[in-house]
């Protein structure tokens, strides 16, 4: 898509770091990252958020999170790792093409903790999302392809 600096990235128009690449996906370093090792893995199509995905875009993709995220933790020994997607900019997506962020972590980085504090929840508001959410897969057809 034009505009989209990920697309510049894949169609090699903006250099990046590439670490690992397949035919429909490409990881590399982030301009600024959160820690060493911080790494991007995207689809080579332009898809703007996880909820855009079509389910055939799912397993390279997810083989490649694994794949790179493992090769992470080989070379570089993190005690953690954060795998991270943000889909809309109320969720914090500064590029809206998909993207999955796999950020080694150490006890004591700069990141810190990555959730706020908990907030009350009353069970019966969490039993009507729970119950809305069961509905909504069940007659949305989610159920029949993803089985329990």
């Given amino acids: 898509m034009q505009g989209c600096a990920f697309c510049r990235i894949v169609n090699r128009e903006t250099p990046a770091e590439v670490v690992y690449e397949t035919k429909s ?4 370093f982030p301009l600024e990252p959160a820690t ?5 893995v995207i689809p080579k ?10 389910e055939a875009d799912v397993p390279e993709l997810g083989s490649t999170v694994l794949t790179v995220g493992r090769a992470l933790r080989a070379v570089l020994a ?3 790792m954060n795998m991270i997607s943000s889909a809309g900019v109320a969720a914090s997506q500064s590029v809206m093409h998909l993207h999955v962020h ?11 903790e990555i959730w706020p504090p908990k907030v009350p929840t009353s069970e019966a508001l969490l039993e009507d999302v729970a119950d809305a ?11 029949e392809r993803n089985p329990q």
């Fill in 78 to 80: 993190p005690e953690g």
């Fill in 45 to 54: 199509r332009h898809i703007e958020t996880f909820l855009d995905a079509e």
């Fill in 102 to 112: 796999l950020v080694p972590r150490w006890a004591g980085d700069a990141i810190g």
């Fill in 36 to 40: 060493r090792g911080h790494t991007m």
């Fill in 133 to 143: 959410l069961r509905q909504f897969c069940r007659t949305s057809g989610l159920e």
């Fill in 25 to 28: 996906t490409l990881a590399f």
